[in-house]
């Protein structure tokens, strides 16, 4: 089988979890869930040299000293350091054109939770042997719920360890996610993908020939800097920006999921991170100084002053230097829409 190279997409601030995520200091590289912040525990999921090559992170001026600085404990990653952002198809193609064209990418958001590691490496291998037949392969995540923030993935005809995949499916009103629940056969998109590189090009100049040209122009006038490759910044720019499902995903032939159950979380907003975390007999999760009495189902943390809750539910409590958020679970879908938010 070929070498897998991890990809780890690094861009984003996570608005949604306003206070603590802000442009200084944005949701990828805060330690949301464990120890090891979102990007770290993506490296280190990766981090296994009997399956995986050294890391290709692609991030953006504004978030390379935080890579840098959390990189440095995972030799051997490289970073490419995209001049603007062009949504994920564009910094996927940067990558493929930095890494052998019989290589497989295994292309990870930067900011997810993921519990059990031994199945993503599992899901991984089973998508990179799939990738290697020249397939183009989704994770398709266990639904658990009908969300409605999330694409979903249907699955079709049976391939060795997945599935062809018989259509995706945008993010979809309540009703519909209760249908895909009940069908039994979507999975959620969660974003993460494995191709080789070679196919990849293939399918986004076969799909996406101006896109295509515009990577191919700026990674021949790019330049090295060490363990970092600056694109050029002119031909980059020329790039309609455009995501890697509505690029190639969505009109490739050779689509295909892999299914896989592994604790996954976008932590996309406040009630995903209180999940991700493990909570007290009812279902609190605190951090910092905080008191709860009467409480279900609360998250509440502070970096300073105290927090003391009475008789609160579903509810989120977060102070952070001098902002303080109170939501309710239901509302957390909105933080980013706070004037807060949006000004950082």
């Given at each position: 089988?070929?070498?897998?190279?991890?990809?780890?997409?690094c861009g984003?601030?996570?608005?949604?979890?306003?206070p603590?995520?802000?442009k200084?200091?944005?949701?990828?590289?805060?330690?949301l869930?464990d120890?090891?912040?979102l990007?770290?525990?993506?490296?280190?999921?990766?981090a296994d040299p009997q399956?995986?090559?050294?890391?290709v992170v692609?991030?953006?001026v504004?978030h390379r000293?935080?890579?840098?600085a959390q990189a440095?404990?995972?030799p051997?990653?490289?970073?490419?350091v995209?001049p603007m952002?062009?949504?994920?198809?564009?910094a996927?193609?940067?990558?493929?054109?930095?890494v052998?064209?019989?290589a497989?990418m295994l292309?990870?958001p930067?900011d997810?939770?993921?519990?059990?590691?031994?199945?993503?490496?599992?899901?991984a291998?089973t998508?990179?042997?799939?990738?290697?037949?020249g397939w183009?392969?989704a994770?398709?995540?266990?639904a658990?719920s009908?969300?409605t923030g999330?694409?979903?993935?249907r699955?079709?005809?049976?391939l060795?360890?997945?599935?062809?995949v018989?259509?995706?499916?945008?993010?979809?009103?309540?009703?519909?996610?209760?249908?895909?629940l009940?069908d039994g056969?979507?999975?959620?998109?969660?974003g993460?993908?494995?191709?080789?590189?070679?196919?990849?090009?293939?399918?986004?100049?076969?799909h996406?020939p101006?896109?295509?040209k515009?990577?191919?122009?700026?990674?021949?006038?790019g330049?090295e800097?060490?363990?970092?490759?600056?694109?050029?910044?002119?031909?980059?720019?020329?790039i309609e920006?455009?995501?890697v499902d509505?690029a190639?995903?969505e009109n490739t032939?050779?689509?295909?999921v892999v299914?896989?159950?592994?604790?996954w979380s976008d932590?996309g907003n406040?009630?995903?991170l209180r999940?991700a975390?493990?909570?007290?007999?009812?279902?609190?999760r605190?951090?910092?100084d905080?008191?709860?009495?009467?409480?279900?189902?609360v998250?509440?943390e502070?970096?300073g002053?105290?927090i003391?809750?009475?008789?609160?539910?579903?509810?989120?409590?977060?102070?952070?230097g001098n902002?303080?958020l109170?939501t309710t679970?239901?509302?957390?879908q909105?933080v980013?829409?706070l004037?807060?938010?949006?000004?950082q």
């Amino acid at each position: 089988m070929a070498v897998i190279y991890p990809v780890v997409l690094c861009g984003g601030s996570g608005t949604r979890l306003w206070p603590r995520s802000r442009k200084d200091a944005p949701k990828p590289f805060l330690p949301l869930v464990d120890e090891d912040t979102l990007f770290e525990a993506t490296l280190r999921r990766c981090a296994d040299p009997q399956r995986f090559g050294p890391s290709v992170v692609v991030t953006g001026v504004g978030h390379r000293t935080h890579v840098e600085a959390q990189a440095a404990s995972f030799p051997g990653t490289r970073v490419i350091v995209e001049p603007m952002a062009r949504n994920t198809a564009a910094a996927i193609a940067l990558a493929a054109h930095r890494v052998p064209a019989d290589a497989v990418m295994l292309v990870c958001p930067s900011d997810h939770h993921i519990a059990d590691t031994e199945a993503f490496r599992d899901a991984a291998v089973t998508a990179a042997k799939l990738a290697d037949e020249g397939w183009l392969v989704a994770f398709g995540i266990t639904a658990t719920s009908p969300e409605t923030g999330y694409g979903y993935i249907r699955r079709g005809t049976p391939l060795a360890g997945g599935f062809e995949v018989e259509r995706f499916v945008e993010k979809p009103d309540l009703q519909t996610a209760m249908s895909f629940l009940a069908d039994g056969s979507y999975s959620w998109n969660g974003g993460i993908f494995a191709f080789r590189a070679g196919t990849f090009l293939e399918e986004l100049a076969r799909h996406r020939p101006e896109l295509a040209k515009a990577v191919s122009e700026a990674v021949a006038g790019g330049h090295e800097d060490g363990a970092l490759f600056h694109p050029d910044a002119g031909a980059f720019a020329t790039i309609e920006p455009e995501s890697v499902d509505y690029a190639v995903m969505e009109n490739t032939a050779r689509a295909a999921v892999v299914p896989v159950s592994m604790g996954w979380s976008d932590i996309g907003n406040w009630h995903a991170l209180r999940d991700a975390r493990v909570g007290d007999a009812e279902g609190n999760r605190t951090r910092g100084d905080v008191e709860l009495v009467d409480c279900r189902n609360v998250l509440a943390e502070t970096d300073g002053p105290r927090i003391s809750v009475i008789g609160l539910e579903d509810v989120a409590i977060v102070v952070d230097g001098n902002e303080v958020l109170v939501t309710t679970m239901a509302g957390a879908q909105k933080v980013g829409k706070l004037a807060g938010a949006a000004n950082q």
